[in-house]
């Protein structure tokens, strides 16, 4: 399981990992919102190519799944999927909670997403990143009564708040989870879109 490519296509930004034994390409751009689905599969190309790696020597896909960006999130299952299934291969589904857990050493700590307009997407994880507060959307004020220390991507003004970088994190994650392969993967959701909440009955 030392062959694989990992993408992150859940937030602003857009990360594409591929690992070939000790070779790692990383490719991290801070800021292609609304591009994903343009830019994906070059991305996805230019990183396959630098680590001399072809999708059939894959032993497994990564995506992240969310919470984050509706459409980014699908773009990125979608992308991991399409390789999957050409190349008979599983998938790894890593969350941004997990993403932000796997690279923080305190014993007890909150993963923050923004999810815009002054709300959160928040996670609580204790020792051995055993979940101890489920995933919520949380309004700001919620977030900031929270009395442990907090990490997320973005540059937030929250009390004892510590920003990481998501490039990096990716391929922590991947790694330390990937013997949780599965044979399907799907969103994380904890909330419904806007399109889905606007509706009517």
Known sequence: MNNFLAIDTSSR????????????????????????????????EKALKQASLTPSECDFFAAVTGPGSFTGIRIGIATAKGFALGADKPLLPVTSFDLLAYNVTDENFYTVI???????????????????????????SRVCALDA??????????????????????????????????ETISALYVRKSQAEEGRKC
């Open 149 to 182: 220390p907090l990490y997320g991507f973005e540059q937030l003004s929250l009390p004892n708040y510590t920003r990481l970088d998501a490039g990096k994190c990716l391929y922590t994650a991947v790694c330390l989870n990937k013997g949780k392969t599965s």
């Open 114 to 140: 923004d999810a815009a307009h002054g709300y959160y997407y928040v996670c609580g994880y204790g020792k051995d990143r055993t979940i101890t507060f489920q995933p919520a959307y949380l309004s700001e």
């Open 13 to 44: 930004y857009l990360t594409v990992l591929a690992v070939k034994g000790e070779k790692i390409v990383l490719n991290h751009l801070p800021d292609c919102a609304m591009k994903h689905s343009v830019i994906v599969m070059g991305e996805v």
